[in-house]
């Protein structure tokens, strides 16, 4: 599949593809210099948010559409950057549905931009200075950018498939505008409710494997103290378990104040439609996005691959 591994390559050689990277402006607190913008210390705050171009890739309507994520190096530090000066996308911004509110973490295709018909060999930038700390990338359409967020063409897995209501519509793949709307008070819980399914892939499944390349499944393990059971052992560390067959993450996009989320993770009730259900209150009124992601076995950004998970956006009006 053409553009695989593109978020991180993206990451580590934006300047190949004509980026501009200006975070050797001022290093970070306690830190020292380094020659490679793009080397700031990962710390629990005071370091940058890198944006990260996925690639781009043809919608179901014909439009050529940028994919694009972020990386926020402050494992504890949710930074609100409002469009403008330090958080803009030239030309024809700053406000290009861009997120305000940066979660810590790489997050993987948080929006997508559908791009002018006659961009050619033009290119927009992302600009993002985020603690003293300036990054910059630019989004084009190169031919080795090319990525396919539907479909996996080496084994036909397709994203998992969200619904904000049972009779609703289906999302999958890229964000594309608002999926659902809706209205709450400052202080009081609103209720979201997201029902999630996922086909897995349709053929390259080795017998007794999970679906996708998170390979969930692995069959039946020998009975402790059976011949050829493994010694007991203490659990896996969270980053070496394998992805669940299917999981949903809320996360604020953008809005005027501090959204606390009752559960970012609610459980999903595969055997209730793939329903799962969280809370969430607002600190402040006026309008909000939320982003909701659906992940299947592959885990974060397909592990590495441009497929297959699948973000939507919902607004919510505070008053």
Request: overall charge positive; proline content about 10%.
């Amino acid at each position: 599949m053409r553009g695989r591994l593109i978020g991180c390559i993206g990451l580590l050689a934006v300047s190949a593809a004509g980026g501009t990277l200006a975070g050797a402006g001022r290093q970070g607190i306690g830190q020292s210099p380094s020659s490679l913008p793009l080397t700031p210390t990962i710390r629990e705050k005071g370091s940058s948010v890198t944006p990260a171009y996925e690639g781009w890739y043809y919608a179901k309507d014909g439009s050529q559409n940028a994919l694009v994520g972020y990386f926020n190096r402050n494992t504890k530090q949710e930074l609100d950057i409002p469009v403008g000066p330090n958080n803009r996308i030239e030309p024809g911004g700053p406000d290009q549905g861009q997120p305000t509110h940066f979660s810590p973490g790489r997050q993987w295709g948080v929006f997508s931009i559908t791009l002018p018909k006659d961009i050619g060999t033009k290119k927009l930038t992302w600009t993002i200075v985020a603690n003293g700390l300036t990054n910059a990338i630019t989004l084009h359409t190169q031919p080795d950018y090319v990525v396919e967020p539907f479909e996996d063409a080496a084994n036909k897995n397709t994203p998992p498939k969200l619904k904000f209501r049972a009779d609703g519509p289906l999302f999958t793949g890229a964000p594309t505008g608002i999926a659902e709307k809706y209205s709450a008070t400052v202080g009081t819980p609103l209720t979201l409710t997201v029902w999630a399914t996922d086909e897995g892939p349709k053929i390259n499944i080795p017998e007794g494997r999970g679906r996708g390349r998170g390979a969930a499944g692995r069959g039946a393990a020998p009975a402790a103290g059976a011949p050829g059971a493994p010694a007991a052992a203490a659990a896996a560390p969270p980053e070496f378990t394998p992805p669940p067959p299917i999981a949903v993450t809320w996360t604020m996009f953008r809005g005027p104040g501090a959204v606390k989320l009752e559960n970012p993770k609610p459980k999903v009730a595969v055997d209730d439609g793939g329903k799962a259900t969280t809370t969430a209150t607002f600190s402040a009124p006026g309008e909000y996005v939320l982003r909701v992601q659906g992940n299947d076995s592959t885990g974060e950004g397909g592990g590495g691959f441009q497929c297959c998970w699948t973000n939507a956006h919902v607004a919510v009006s505070v008053k």
